[in-house]
């Protein structure tokens, strides 16, 4: 069965410093995977998404995110982390193929410390 | 451009109560979904649609209803409210190879 875990609910990172946020994997075939964010009292925005190709992603607000097939991960990064990157991000996988349906991760709260 | 417009922000029901959260998107697209989000759980696909007049069950269809006469409109019925409904319920869209598009969410409690 597919599914997606953080095992982090909380990341501390001073600002300046990088971050990264984990995510694993589990599917049968070919990985997408996506990394949305959510700031207090909103839905959530998309970052970045994997389907093929280069497995380093480049994404929205200096994000980026490693693909690694051999350890099942997806792990989102940013050299240099802002106060205002503090939020709730979400690793999630695309298991609907064309329907698009996604399984989220549990979420993990960044906050970033000035 | 709107996007994903969900209505009402947010709303308290007494138990037994029914209710329609509406969602309404401007994007022209054909997939839409509804997805409810617990504290710790992440989100929990409820239904979801896959073009006007076609609905199917995601993980966690029990207790709701969807109907999606139009392109634009995908509202969740809510028949007899029960305190496990007490949650944050997002719509979201998409159209083909594209990423989700999301409301800004319905706050549901239910007493």
């Known amino acids: 069965a597919q599914s997606v875990a953080q095992p982090e609910d909380q990341v501390n990172v001073a600002e300046g410093n990088p971050l990264t946020v984990k995510c694993t994997y589990s599917?049968?075939?070919?990985?997408?995977l996506f990394w949305y964010v959510q700031y207090p009292n909103r839905g959530l925005q998309f970052l970045l998404k994997?389907?093929?190709?280069?497995?380093l992603v480049k994404g929205s607000y200096g994000f980026e995110a490693e693909f690694n097939k051999s350890q099942t991960s997806f792990h989102l990064k940013k050299p240099s982390a802002l106060v205002s990157d503090s939020a709730l991000y979400f690793c999630?996988?695309?298991?609907?193929?064309?329907?698009?349906?996604?399984?989220f991760g549990t979420g993990t709260l960044l906050a970033v410390q000035p | 451009n709107a996007g994903v417009t969900q209505t009402p922000k947010f709303r308290i029901l007494k138990i037994g109560q029914s209710m329609t959260l509406q969602c309404t998107q401007d994007?022209?697209?054909?997939?839409m979904y509804w997805y409810r989000q617990d504290p710790g759980m992440g989100l929990k696909l409820i239904y979801y649609s896959v073009g006007a007049g076609i609905t199917d069950k995601g993980e966690v269809p029990n207790g709701y209803n969807v109907s999606r006469s139009t392109t634009e409109d995908f509202p969740l019925r809510l028949e007899l409210a029960a305190p496990s409904q007490t949650s944050v319920y997002f719509c979201?869209?998409?159209?083909?190879?594209?990423?989700?598009?999301f409301g800004n969410g319905t706050r549901l409690t239910v007493t």
């Open positions: 599917v049968s075939g070919n990985p997408y």
């Open positions: 994007m022209n697209h054909n997939y």
């Open positions: 979201a869209s998409t159209g083909s190879n594209s990423p989700l598009h």
């Open positions: 999630a996988l695309n298991y609907g193929g064309a329907t698009n349906k996604l399984i």
């Open positions: 994997y389907i093929t190709g280069d497995n």
